[in-house]
């Protein structure tokens, strides 16, 4: 059986990192390319492979976002990945998200969010989230920048038994439902290598603010764009989370390769 590698094609209105993790609560904001109080962003792929029946793969994401005068904006976000195997879908994930946040112009600054996401392959029926950050920037260069985060947010969850592999493991309630706060630190970091290569890393650190508070989220991220030509970049992407406090049992580590190109209009 041979690995399928996703080519990812994105159509963006704008220059803009390509980001598919639905734990992401923060992206890279170029400043110096806004002019306007709105911003809009589109990415959009699609394959399509046949075996026994034709494999369906497409994702979208919509991103609009409105500046204030005072270097905050707020950003609303939707992004959808679906896989279909004839009329049987494998995979159905995504989120919805809301933020509001410094334009990356302060040294410190304050950030807040509200997000609804699922993953019907992992069994999340649902995930929402409602949390703020307080934000630190180190430094901002031109080749280099630094920031971190740390904050507090609520989490409400429910999750069924589809990702679980063991049917022993079986509960008899189909579905499984918990809330309470976790403690957020985060860092942040951007390297421009030369003129042709970008990397970008995201590292989230999540803890349940209870009796298990040292069964760790991590979540990591590693973007590297490679431009091809003035509007186009080669993209690869890597994302990993570690979680050990899941409601059902399922793996505890979850990870996402991507190869891509995107193209800036």
Same mark, same amino acid.
């Given at each position: 059986?041979?690995? *399928?590698? *996703?080519?990812?094609?994105a159509?963006?209105l ?9 734990? @992401?609560?923060?992206r ?11 911003a809009?962003f589109?990415?959009v792929?699609?394959?399509s492979d046949?075996? =026994?029946?034709n494999?369906?793969?497409g994702?979208?994401?919509?991103e609009?976002?409105?500046?204030f005068?005072n270097?905050?904006?707020? /950003? ?5 990945? $679906?896989?279909?195997?004839g =009329? +049987?879908? $494998? ?7 809301? &933020?509001?946040r410094?334009?990356?112009? &302060?040294?410190?600054?304050t950030e #807040?969010?509200v997000?609804?996401?699922?993953n019907?392959a992992?069994?999340?029926?649902y ?7 307080? &934000? =630190?920037?180190?430094?901002?260069k ?5 920031? #971190? ?7 409400? +969850?429910q999750?069924?038994?589809?990702? /679980? ?5 079986y509960s +008899?309630t189909?579905?499984n439902? &918990?809330?309470?706060?976790?403690l957020?630190?985060?860092? *942040?970091? #951007?390297y421009? $290598?030369n003129? @042709?290569v ?7 650190f999540?803890?349940?603010l209870?009796?298990?508070? #040292?069964n ?11 431009k091809?030509?003035k ?8 994302d990993h ?13 979850y990870?996402?390769? @991507?190869?891509?190109i995107?193209?800036?209009?």
């Amino acid at each position: 059986m041979f690995s *399928k590698l *996703k080519i990812i094609i994105a159509f963006t209105l704008f220059s803009s990192p390509l980001f598919s993790q639905i734990l @992401n609560v923060d992206r890279i904001t170029q400043t110096d390319s806004i002019t306007s109080k709105w911003a809009g962003f589109t990415d959009v792929s699609f394959s399509s492979d046949k075996l =026994k029946n034709n494999v369906l793969d497409g994702s979208t994401k919509f991103e609009l976002n409105h500046f204030f005068e005072n270097n905050y904006f707020i /950003v609303g976000t939707i992004s959808n990945d $679906i896989t279909l195997n004839g =009329k +049987e879908v $494998i995979q159905n994930e995504g989120f919805i998200q809301i &933020r509001y946040r410094d334009m990356d112009t &302060r040294e410190w600054s304050t950030e #807040a969010f509200v997000q609804y996401q699922w993953n019907g392959a992992l069994g999340m029926e649902y995930r929402e989230v409602l949390g703020s950050n307080i &934000r =630190k920037r180190f430094f901002e260069k031109k080749k280099v920048d630094l920031y #971190a985060g740390l904050g507090v947010f609520y989490e409400l +969850e429910q999750w069924n038994w589809n990702g /679980v592999e063991n049917s022993e493991l079986y509960s +008899e309630t189909p579905t499984n439902s &918990r809330s309470f706060f976790r403690l957020n630190h985060y860092w *942040k970091m #951007a390297y421009k $290598i030369n003129d @042709n290569v970008d990397v970008s890393t995201l590292s989230y650190f999540q803890f349940p603010l209870n009796q298990d508070f #040292a069964n760790l989220r991590w979540f990591f991220e590693l973007n590297t764009y490679i431009k091809m030509t003035k509007n186009t970049n080669f993209v690869i992407h890597w994302d990993h989370t570690y979680d050990n406090y899941r409601i059902v049992p399922i793996s505890n580590y979850y990870y996402t390769l @991507n190869f891509g190109i995107q193209l800036k209009w």
